[in-house]
């Protein structure tokens, strides 16, 4: 059974500065992995997809690599913003299904 | 391309009610997920369509909750009766078919609040 692990569960930084957000998984045999933004009681977001052969995925300030073999992505806000303030979540996808992480909630101080 | 509907976005019921949720894919796709996020947590598939049948329900509380895809195209999911536990966002999403390498597209989300 796949287990997605996110830490830390919150984060609290001034503006301007830089975000690492860490996602772990349990099975390396992954199609893909994928990070969502979610803001309070909405829905979900998708920020980037990383197909299991891709090292790395970027997006304006945003960048998520991925290390298969040790079963790690990790997400980097550049030069973070108030905007920026929501909870991340991590999902891997195997053959079968979408796996969550339980989110890393992100608040940024202005 | 319009992306996946849901309705409503949120609902406020008493326990022991009845309520349901309804969903539209995006067009064309041939499988639906209805996902439940209790708050503090990762969504968890409840249930998974490939056209109007079912491919996994394993997690589905089959006493209280029931999810139907008449036709292939919109799905409604259903509790009857709702528990406070049951207080949730409840998401759906769709792929163009079931497997790994096709991406799955969320919906809003319907929040429900059961006192």
């Known amino acids: 059974k796949q287990e997605v692990t996110q830490i830390p569960a919150a984060l609290s930084v001034p503006e301007g500065e830089n975000l690492v957000l860490n996602c772990s998984f349990t099975?390396?045999?992954?199609?893909?992995l994928q990070w969502f933004r979610q803001d309070p009681g909405k829905g979900l977001t998708s920020l980037l997809l990383?197909?299991?052969?891709?090292r790395e995925q970027t997006s304006g300030r945003l960048n998520a690599s991925l290390d298969k073999s040790s079963g790690r992505s990790t997400l980097y806000i550049a030069a973070s913003q108030p905007g920026d303030s929501a909870t991340y979540l991590c999902?891997?996808?195997?053959?079968?299904?979408?796996?969550f992480g339980a989110g890393t909630t992100v608040t940024v101080r202005a | 391309e319009a992306g996946v509907a849901q309705s409503p976005r949120y609902k406020i019921i008493e326990k022991r009610q009845s309520v349901a949720f309804w969903c539209n894919p995006i067009?064309?796709?041939?499988?639906l997920y209805w996902y439940q996020q209790i708050l503090g947590q990762g969504p968890k598939l409840l249930i998974q369509?490939?056209?109007?049948?079912?491919?996994?329900d394993s997690q589905l509380p089959k006493d209280r909750f029931s999810a139907e895809r008449l036709k292939g195209v919109d799905s409604t999911l259903k509790i009857q009766p709702a528990k406070l536990e049951d207080s949730a966002v409840y998401l759906c999403?769709?792929?163009?078919?079931?497997?790994?390498?096709?991406?799955?597209?969320f919906g809003p989300g319907t929040r429900l609040t059961v006192t």
């Open positions: 999403a769709s792929s163009p078919l079931a497997g790994g390498i096709y991406e799955q597209y």
């Open positions: 099975d390396s045999a992954i199609y893909n």
């Open positions: 990383i197909q299991s052969s891709q």
């Open positions: 999902a891997v996808q195997d053959d079968y299904k979408l796996s």
């Open positions: 067009s064309g796709h041939a499988t």
């Open positions: 369509f490939q056209n109007n049948g079912v491919v996994d």
